[in-house]
């Protein structure tokens, strides 16, 4: 069936009996092309399904769809005509491993950080209303990146969007919510019919024009409405936001995912869809440890065992964990602190033999550093390990929380450099530039392991 796929829109006309053969080829692409050339796996995996709905329900590239990260687009790459590209998937030259425009313009955005999708697509909607037209808008943000206090900033000025953008929460932490099933669906198809929000809306102004009781009764009426939706909708923080929330529903149900996509497209609001879905579905060593096979580099395919692993060079990672372990077996005053990537910059080991001392604040890299300040101030000694290109979502708070301050606080820049196979978005390269501007900050790079 994949052969049928030549460009965007084409899954339309594959016969809705072939969904499930269709995702399990798509899931056998993955496996083979990425076991080739390295990449993300699990996650894309985890969305094959939802990418198929997402694009059941669009016209691309008319239609738009914000990947948060964008790593797990590998599935709308394959649907958008992109399947000869593989080969040179994440290779000098090849196809990126993440959303480019210059690739496809039904990429509707160049993404590599976390949690800037529901800006970017608050802002794609803004101007579709204000040039008239009536093109769907969709963003796509896993719950990690919900982590990312930027999410909340979008989410909160969403609320006060007035036409239609579909926020797609991808939560792939390996479990089904007990909501999951026929009340969760029945609600949400409810909650969506424009019968039943004319009918509320009808229902409160005859309400209100009633003398001496009208507001009151009105209020009373809202109030039992909430207690029964805070016992029966498990979204109700992003309704109390002002967002309709639909869900959680089975993100490898197609069906129920097109339903939902489907009516949260006729709201004159933005709409929460939560799906839930397991990370590396249908391949069983990225199951078992989909950790592991979110970023891998060629493996075999029959039992996933890694190819030219490199465990056994020393790298600058592992050298850093190993001065942490001494430093802090040491000094008790010395704590460490990650944003949701322990395992990539050598502080896996610290959270195990000091999980008191070892804090990771998710997708958060703002908080981390203010954090740090604060654990500083109380008299503890901060080492705040990110990545170079992830240090520079937070500029602001190492310059006016941290540096001008004095606060002693040390900052282990991992995968500084050039880093080829993820491009541009994660280049370590603006490091020494932005950090050299700083007061009161000593800037070093070791040449070997022993400095």
């Not at 970017?120 to 719950?143: C, E, M, P, S, T």
């Not at 029945?186 to 009633?210: C, H, S």
């Not at 390269?429 to 070997?448: C, E, W, Y």
Request: hydrophobic share 40%; charged share 20%; glycine share 10%.
């Amino acid at each position: 069936m994949l052969e049928q796929i030549k460009e965007a829109n084409d899954i339309k006309l594959i016969d809705p009996s072939e969904y499930r053969e269709l995702a399990r080829e798509i899931r056998r692409f993955l496996v083979r092309k990425v076991s080739r050339t390295g990449g993300h796996l699990a996650s894309n995996l985890g969305v094959v399904e939802l990418t198929m709905a997402m694009h059941l329900c669009c016209d691309l590239p008319e239609d738009k769809i914000v990947w948060d990260v964008g790593h797990q687009c590998y599935t709308h790459k394959i649907l958008t005509g992109r399947q000869d590209a593989f080969d040179s998937l994440r290779q000098y030259g090849g196809m990126s491993g993440f959303p480019k425009r210059g690739e496809s313009e039904c990429d509707a955005m160049d993404t590599g950080h976390s949690s800037t999708s529901i800006s970017a697509a608050l802002g794609l909607a803004k101007a579709r209303d204000l040039q008239g037209r009536h093109n769907k808008i969709f963003a796509v943000i896993g719950d990690g990146a919900l982590s990312g206090g930027m999410a909340y900033e979008a989410l909160n000025n969403a609320a006060r969007l007035r036409s239609n953008m579909i926020i797609v929460l991808n939560d792939n932490q390996m479990s089904i919510s007990k909501n999951v099933g026929g009340m969760s669906n029945y609600l949400g198809k409810i909650r969506t019919d424009t019968n039943y929000t004319e009918l509320k809306q009808d229902v409160e102004n005859a309400l209100e024009k009633l003398p001496h009781f009208g507001n009151r009764l009105t209020e009373r009426i809202r109030g039992v409405k909430d207690l029964i939706k805070r016992i029966f909708i498990p979204g109700m923080l992003f309704e109390d936001m002002g967002i309709t929330y639909i869900g959680p529903i089975d993100g490898h149900d197609i069906g129920q995912m097109v339903t939902a996509f489907n009516s949260a497209s006729k709201l004159n609001a933005a709409v929460i869809v939560h799906v839930v879905t397991q990370k590396g579905k249908g391949y069983p060593p990225a199951q078992k440890d989909p950790s592991s096979f979110h970023g891998v580099g060629p493996f075999r395919v029959s039992d996933g065992t890694l190819l030219h692993s490199k465990k056994d060079v020393p790298t600058y990672t592992k050298v850093f964990q190993n001065v942490m372990l001494k430093t802090m077996e040491d000094r008790e005053d010395v704590v460490a602190i990650s944003a949701a990537m322990p395992t990539g910059t050598g502080l896996s080991a610290v959270a195990e033999q000091y999980p008191d001392r070892f804090f990771d604040v998710g997708i958060a890299e703002e908080h981390a550093v203010t954090f740090a300040a604060g654990l500083a101030l109380g008299g503890s000694r901060p080492v705040v390990a990110l990545y170079s290109t992830f240090l520079q979502r937070a500029y602001d708070q190492i310059l006016h929380d941290v540096c001008i301050g004095s606060l002693p606080v040390v900052f282990a820049v991992d995968r500084a450099g050039l880093v080829g196979s993820d491009g541009e978005t994660h280049q370590g390269i603006f490091d020494i530039a932005f950090l050299s501007q700083m007061p009161n900050l000593t800037v070093m790079a070791p040449k070997n392991s022993q400095d």
